[in-house]
């Protein structure tokens, strides 16, 4: 379920999750076990083509037919789940863990046993790299960002950049600009308001000005921004308003044609080496956890983990100290090489500066102890 304008919109997928659920117990008990609406739609998608594949091996007479798969005794699911992991991976698919996870917790939600360990001993491991391993590199971001051309490209690049946000993030729910707060020369943004999982991200000076220019040039198209606003709105919405927000798919699309020419990747099976969103994001975590300056809980802590043990309880944050805590990753993290350049001139200079005052101050130090001696 997503929203528009305070309205409820109801995606297919979500149509499908409620009629399921009206017809079905069973169903209702194993999707209202998942807490966010991502969940709901990857296992929700999962089952799907798991009743798929039982009905082509007639274990079921048809893909809705949820009550059947209730009738399976221990024996039964466990060899249903080895064969639907043996089909899995015969046709390459790409995660079989994850696949498997949502009859799993179809069966445990309606206290059903079997042997989930026989069943997951199964899945292979591959002896390869796995896809999407790799982060997009410091002059790759760069040749995207300089090839947008349209305000809201540039901002989402820069916010990617500097945020690290998963790309299921932006939905779940809608950022708005109601979750920014201004501190110094940034802004810090809520994610996942209102969650157990909610954090703040600090959008760095370049990319607040991005945002704001983004933010600009819709109130100059007569769009009203008020709180309530996406911070990444579609283009078209003013004619085609089914969605006034950027979507998952939206924004993967976007970024399949910015960083077309510009980013290496490389196929390796059905993946690569480079994920199209979560190459910023890795970018993002290496650039934080290679500064020494940088805390690390507080690193973890902007990439969305949880932090280890009573760790995780007591370690919060204000907005400021997460602010004060990444700054001096901010040099690393802007995308633009000459500003990066500049940043850490501004640094030196600085440093320079204090080094200076301090030998100043050692030498008046002295002479007023030389001074103070030759008076006695």
Request: charged content about 35%; hydrophobic content about 30%.
């Amino acid at each position: 379920m997503v929203e528009k304008s305070g309205v409820r919109m109801y995606s297919t997928q979500q149509i499908y999750h409620d009629t399921m659920k009206a017809k079905h117990r069973c169903f209702k008990k194993f999707i209202n076990s998942l807490n966010s609406v991502l969940a709901q739609q990857s296992y929700g998608y999962h089952i799907q083509k798991f009743m798929k594949f039982c009905v082509k091996q007639k274990h079921i007479s048809g893909d809705e037919e949820f009550e059947e798969l209730l009738e399976f005794d221990s024996e039964k699911i466990t060899d249903v789940l080895e064969d639907y992991v043996e089909y899995l991976q015969e046709d390459n698919y790409k995660n079989v863990s994850t696949a498997l996870s949502s009859p799993e917790l179809f069966f445990t939600m309606n206290r059903k046993i079997w042997h989930n360990k026989l069943v997951r001993k199964g899945i292979k491991k591959l002896d390869r790299v796995r896809g999407g391993s790799l982060p997009i590199t410091d002059e790759e971001i760069e040749k995207v960002y300089n090839n947008c051309k349209r305000p809201r490209d540039r901002c989402i690049i820069s916010l990617l950049g500097c945020i690290g946000i998963r790309p299921g993030a932006i939905i779940d729910p809608i950022i708005r600009f109601k979750h920014l707060t201004s501190i110094e020369d940034c802004y810090a943004l809520k994610i996942y308001d209102e969650s157990r999982e909610g954090y703040t991200a600090i959008i760095i000076p370049e990319a607040k000005r991005d945002l704001d220019e983004y933010k600009a040039s819709r109130i100059r198209n007569g769009e009203v921004i008020t709180g309530d606003s996406p911070i990444l709105a579609t283009e078209s919405s003013r004619w085609n308003p089914k969605y006034e927000y950027l979507t998952q798919r939206t924004l993967t699309a976007i970024l399949e044609r910015r960083i077309n020419g510009h980013v290496k990747r490389i196929k390796t099976d059905k993946d690569f080496d480079k994920a199209i969103t979560y190459m910023f994001r890795k970018r993002f975590n290496t650039k934080l956890k290679l500064n020494n300056e940088v805390n690390s809980d507080v690193a973890e802590l902007c990439m969305g983990h949880k932090l280890t043990g009573s760790q995780h309880t007591y370690t919060k944050p204000t907005i400021k100290e997460v602010y004060a805590a990444i700054k001096p990753a901010f040099e690393s993290l802007t995308i633009d090489s000459a500003k990066r350049k500049d940043i850490a001139l501004a640094k030196e200079r600085k440093k320079n500066k204090e080094l200076e005052g301090d030998i100043e101050n050692r030498l008046f130090a002295r002479v007023m102890k030389n001074m103070q001696r030759e008076k006695q």
